[in-house]
């Protein structure tokens, strides 16, 4: 899936649309080309953990896999750069 505001998509970035994006293509895979929720896996690394955790908690896959996931980006940040530079990642992907 191509991210809002990455590579070639150009539309603005936000957690919010990110999570709703997932759930089209998760929906379209799973309405659309009819294949069993059971049969679906999601996997997501790093950011992609984000839109991932959200699809398990919206819908019932038969596997979700997180590689090197994070808690929110706001904390990633702050681990890495400080309290300081960290508080100002404005798009938090919160995962909890």
Do not use: T
């Amino acid at each position: 899936m191509e991210y809002r505001g990455y590579g070639i998509y150009r539309e603005e970035k936000s957690s919010e649309a990110l999570q709703m994006d997932a759930l089209q293509v998760y929906d379209f895979i799973n309405r659309e080309m009819k294949i069993p929720e059971q049969d679906i896996m999601v996997h997501g690394r790093s950011l992609g953990g984000s839109p991932s955790s959200f699809i398990g908690s919206q819908r019932n896959p038969g596997i979700v896999i997180l590689m090197c996931p994070f808690k929110s980006l706001g904390d990633a940040a702050k681990a890495i750069m400080g309290w300081f530079l960290g508080s100002l990642i404005i798009d938090r992907f919160d995962n909890e």
